[in-house]
């Protein structure tokens, strides 16, 4: 494989490795799915034979912008801050 480029198949195989190494559980992940929202966002793109690439994580980063959890962190950073 190339460096930085997988195929669907290595792309979904890893994905429910790591399911199984962090939670201890088995799955088949929707890797179609999950693929098709990062090309819509523009984080994920394929080469001209199919295998998929990214954006860097700085990048990615950026078109995703402020996660929810992030801003409820915020928040209660905010509230925290806030009383006496």
């Known amino acids: 494989m190339e460096q930085g480029k997988a195929t669907r198949e290595d792309l979904d ?17 929707d890797v179609d799915d999950a693929v098709g929202k990062l090309e819509k966002l523009g984080i994920v793109s394929r080469d001209s034979v ?12 950026e078109i995703i912008g402020i996660t929810t959890e992030e801003l409820v962190m915020r928040a209660k950073q905010g509230t925290q801050g806030s009383s006496s």
Not at 13 to 29: D, H, P, Q, V, Y
Not at 50 to 61: E, P, T
């Open 13 to 29: 195989r890893w994905c429910e490795e790591l399911i199984k190494e962090e939670f201890g559980a088995s799955c088949n992940f």
């Open 50 to 61: 199919g295998r998929y690439f990214c954006v860097g994580l700085k990048r990615a980063n």
